[in-house]
């Protein structure tokens, strides 16, 4: 394993980095003044659209797809050290380079599951950023952590599929510019096997019977930058059955397959985000005083300050050491260091980022500073693309597995 950056890495990494600098950091208050002047608060600010302008300018575009026919055509380890950049303003960054969730995976499951048709229609505007997309899996009224659990029916009809059900939290369903869904559901939900049961079929945003029926709050916040999470109903959604990605009953393995590159991203981006934690609370640290004393020679906020360092280098080293894996052994190869990462990073980047608030005192829990806004991002990451008592319980098994 060598985590020495390549030419094209640094290159990309100096590039991101000025761009960060000029651009996206100033921008951050700028959109949110904008946003307050907006008609509808999930309209796209125009100093995003500014950002995407200057990034495809630059080439910072598309960074995530490892087929240079769609992107950048970047390693996951090349592509590592760029997405946690972009991690240090995860609501602005990501955007602005083509890079956020939930487009990436469905650009990704597009590119490897789609039919040169759905190609031509979704996955090309969707990489030039003309639309945005939203993949419709989580709903509310089972486990969905289970995906064998999911009810939403798919059900053929002659040329046509109809779609019924009812999905929640479904990221970027919001955005005025989302066109189009990727929903899950069960074409055969009485089969014999639990995971051939589901499919994937793709469901314009203006069919009959698509309902966006509110906006979903994640810790009072309305993440403006995913496009917002919805709860969206389908009722007797008519779709023609060329809509359909993949086979019927392929579902189940498009969902790990898109989920995988997913995990890894998320946990990139967590670790800029506990970078920039770590900064604002340095910062903090020596401008302010209590007790004779600024906060940074208190022995209680050193402690904080160097556990933080530990874990980031920590974290960073086993991402980086999956991405590898991902590139040299493939995803399943990962499996274990994929849900290793996606346990330990949210887990410990919300108590980094929860100590940069305490550093903070009331300003950290305030508008002020973006503590707050990093905190509960990265909590939803402990339940978002499976919960981590989900994974714990697939790793220990692989673990136990050895043993008898």
Not at 329 to 342: D, L, W
Not at 369 to 395: C, I, M, N, Y
Request: aromatic share 6%; with cysteine.
């Amino acid at each position: 394993m060598d985590f020495a950056y390549d030419a094209r890495t640094e290159e990309l990494r100096a590039k991101l980095l000025a761009f960060m600098d000029e651009h996206v950091y100033p921008a951050e208050a700028t959109a949110e003044e904008q946003r307050a002047l907006l008609t509808s608060p999930w309209d796209t600010p125009a100093v995003v659209e500014e950002l995407k302008a200057e990034a495809k300018r630059q080439g910072l575009w598309n960074l995530f797809l490892p087929d240079a026919e769609y992107g950048a055509g970047l390693t996951n380890l090349q592509y590592a050290p760029l997405a946690e950049i972009t991690g240090r303003s995860p609501h602005l960054a990501p955007t602005a380079l083509n890079c956020a969730a939930p487009d990436t995976g469905n650009m990704e499951l597009l590119a490897q599951f789609g039919d040169e048709a759905q190609k031509k229609q979704w996955l090309e505007p969707l990489l030039t950023g003309e639309i945005r997309s939203a993949f419709a899996m989580t709903e509310p009224e089972v486990a969905s952590s289970d995906a064998t659990n999911i009810e939403t029916r798919i059900r053929r009809d002659g040329d046509s599929y109809v779609v019924d059900g009812r999905k929640w939290y479904i990221s970027g369903a919001m955005n005025p510019d989302c066109r189009i869904f990727i929903v899950m559901g069960k074409t055969d939900p009485d089969g014999a096997d639990p995971r051939r049961q589901q499919s994937m079929i793709l469901v314009p945003r203006d069919t009959p019977g698509v309902e966006v029926r509110r906006a979903m709050r994640v810790y009072g916040y309305e993440d403006h930058s995913h496009g917002g999470h919805a709860e969206v109903i389908f009722d007797g959604v008519r779709v023609p059955a060329s809509h359909l990605i993949g086979e019927e009953g392929g579902g189940f393995a498009i969902a790990q397959a898109r989920l995988g590159p997913g995990r890894i991203h998320h946990c990139m981006r967590l670790i800029g985000m506990a970078e920039r934690a770590v900064e604002l609370m340095c910062r903090r640290a020596v401008s302010r005083t209590a007790f004779g004393k600024t906060i940074a020679q208190q022995g209680v906020v050193q402690n904080w300050i160097a556990d933080a360092r530990v874990t980031i280098e920590q974290l960073r080293l086993l991402v980086l050491k999956t991405a590898w894996l991902m590139d040299t052994v493939g995803n399943r190869g990962a499996h274990t260091e994929i849900q290793a990462i996606k346990i330990a990073t949210p887990r410990a980047v919300v108590d980094i980022i929860d100590k940069a608030v305490q550093a903070h005192g009331a300003g950290g829990v305030s508008q002020d500073f973006p503590l707050a806004e990093l905190w509960a991002a990265a909590r939803t990451l402990k339940l978002a693309d499976g919960p981590d008592e989900v994974h714990q319980r697939s790793l220990a098994r692989r673990e136990l597995k050895k043993y008898l």
